[in-house]
């Protein structure tokens, strides 16, 4: 069953266009990551799926429901937002328990949910007195209550240091696990999201430009792929552009990701050091077949605008 | 799974608004303040009204008697109130349309319209319910002579003057709704407020020098103290002495208007805010 189903989503604000004609669907029991840069349409995507912003064409159904001002839905989804915004002069578990009485479960929830976020030292804090991570964990917390078969959670870890950033994907790992709840979770820091999600969604300028597990991404995008490791990797990747058989490179800080055409492989990995010796660049090292989350985001992407 | 009964969303919104709107030390310090203005002006403003007021043509002495009471102890305890619901709607919903909890309560299975309620209970209900609460206990207590026979009377003036500021903090919802956070509401709510005052002058200048009742009569639709002050012992009776029918009929009227208004914030709230 289709946890998310979106058909042609567009939104517009006057004339910017954050998201168009998507297209999306989200099944139960997956880690799903939107990936993207910022501005590419993830959060008005959620936006939409939440119910939050009306589309301006084509349609959201969320457990097959349209999830504009509609309650049904929301006992079935936790939502964790980028920033998380709860009324800030109330204690941390006196808010969770307001919580459960909303959605009418048992209030000792409220110290569970706390305690799997980690929490249950803050109990008597009041919300405006956690710190950024803290207040992320809660937010989890706060989204997990009812026990939802969903959680959407938008740009969570944005703003927190590696170790709360760390902290929170294990506890969505261990969430996914142990309590079988489907995540779709937004980021545009990719290598987190490797960690935890067993598919993608590439979403650039309002489109989804490709879609599906991760496995079948890497094999689409990423096989053949060879890695070139510099000290100078935007002046090798012009070099290496001026080969005939490279079909594609992208540089980034580290070095290039290189697709060659198919056979071209032991060619690629003679002419490279001629290439950097001319350019007197220092190749640290070339490797076959091991791309990045990130470096499958480039190809995808550049792979859908060869098109 | 965790078992899921039945919910309380809408006590629950209404119950953590009112924890932020009336948070220490502000329904205490209010409190304080409307008791205190009730109490000292009654004191005074009653003995007045039972003393210096004259008979009008279309009202009975004892009716006129409890209007002056009424009047002279609402003016101060009034503005206070106005205050209090002003900052309710401009920094209790303007905030939380701005910080996004309206969004952490769009997560909550509550329709939209049940949200607004729930906010607009705790910023103008309960502060309503309070206002009057004191007031009319006030005056049952300093002049239960007067203000038992004339209930009527005492509410009918209520409604009267509460009409015009509920008008514009249904004004300022709008605003607050359209523009998601509450200075510029306050701000323009309040020169609405004072502004009546000013209108009201010029219109009765106007209407003394034109000898014509229509400009305190278009006023009175959005202000109906204006008619009330008429029917009660306005100055301009030669032209203008309202029956106590088209008294109802411009205090019904100013409460279509302030229904209409809220009715588009509903409108907009429900079906057009983007988050």
């Known amino acids: 069953m289709s946890l998310i189903v979106a058909e042609g989503l567009s939104k517009t604000y006057g004339r910017v266009v954050a998201v168009d004609n998507l297209n999306l669907s989200l099944d139960e029991d997956s880690v799903t990551g939107l990936i993207g840069p910022n501005g590419a349409g993830k959060t008005t995507t959620i936006k939409m799926i939440l119910g939050l912003l009306k589309p301006d064409k084509g349609m959201v159904k969320v457990f097959g429901q349209d999830p504009w001002d509609n309650p049904a839905i929301r006992s079935m989804i936790g939502v964790v937002y980028e920033k998380a915004f709860f009324p800030a002069h109330q204690k941390t578990l006196e808010y969770l328990q307001r919580v459960c009485r909303i959605f009418g479960v048992s209030e000792s929830r409220a110290m569970e949910v706390l305690e799997m976020v980690n929490l249950q030292d803050a109990s008597d804090r009041e919300i405006r007195a956690l710190s950024a991570g803290m207040l992320q964990k809660f937010a989890i917390a706060h989204a997990l209550v009812h026990s939802p078969k969903l959680v959407v959670a938008d740009e969570m870890t944005a703003n927190l240091d590696p170790q709360a950033r760390s902290e929170l994907l294990d506890i969505v790992l261990q969430l996914h696990k142990e309590e079988n709840v489907a995540f779709l979770l937004s980021s545009h820091i990719l290598p987190e999201l490797s960690r935890v999600c067993d598919s993608v969604a590439i979403i650039n300028r309002g489109k989804v430009w490709a879609f599906g597990n991760l496995s079948e991404l890497y094999e689409k995008y990423a096989i053949g792929i060879i890695r070139v490791t510099t000290d100078s990797a935007s002046e090798l990747e012009s070099e290496i552009k001026k080969l005939k058989y490279v079909e594609d490179a992208e540089s980034d800080i580290r070095g290039i990701s290189v697709r060659v055409a198919d056979g071209k492989e032991d060619k690629f990995y003679e002419d490279v050091p001629k290439l950097a010796k001319k350019i007197k660049a220092k190749i640290l090292g070339i490797e076959t077949g091991s791309a990045s989350l990130e470096e499958l985001y480039r190809l995808a992407v550049s792979a859908k605008e060869r098109k | ?275």
């Open chain 2, 1 to 275: 799974m965790t078992d899921m009964g039945k919910g309380k969303p809408f006590l629950e919104v209404l119950a953590s608004a009112i924890h932020e709107d009336y948070r220490f030390p502000f329904l205490e310090l209010f409190a304080f303040l409307y008791a205190a203005g009730t109490f000292v002006f009654a004191s005074f403003g009653v003995n007045i009204a039972a003393i210096g007021t004259a008979p009008q043509a279309m009202a009975t002495a004892n009716e006129t008697i409890a209007y002056n009471a009424v009047n002279s102890i609402l003016s101060m305890p009034l503005f206070i109130f106005i205050i209090l619901i002003f900052k309710n709607i401009a920094y209790g919903l303007g905030s939380d349309l701005e910080k996004g909890i309206v969004q952490t309560y769009f997560s909550y299975p509550l329709k939209r319209y049940g949200i607004l309620t729930a906010k607009l209970l705790s910023a103008l209900g309960v502060a309503l319910l309070l206002f009057l609460g004191i007031q009319i206990s006030a005056l049952y207590v300093l002049a239960p002579d007067i203000i038992v026979p004339q209930l009527s009377t005492v509410l009918l003036t209520y409604a009267a003057n509460l009409s015009y500021p509920l008008l514009i903090a249904g004004i300022m919802l709008l605003i607050t709704l359209q523009l998601r956070r509450g200075g510029i509401s306050l701000v323009i709510g309040l020169v609405l407020y004072f502004a009546m005052s000013i209108v009201s002058a010029i219109a009765t200048v106007f209407a003394i020098f034109s000898e014509s009742p229509l400009s305190l009569q278009i006023l009175s639709a959005i202000s109906p103290s204006v008619v009330l002050q008429q029917y009660y012992g306005g100055s301009l009776g030669s032209f203008w002495a309202p029956a106590f029918s088209e008294v109802l009929l411009y205090t019904g009227v100013s409460y279509v208007i302030v229904a209409l208004v809220f009715t588009l914030g509903y409108i907009y709230f429900s079906r057009r805010l983007n988050l």
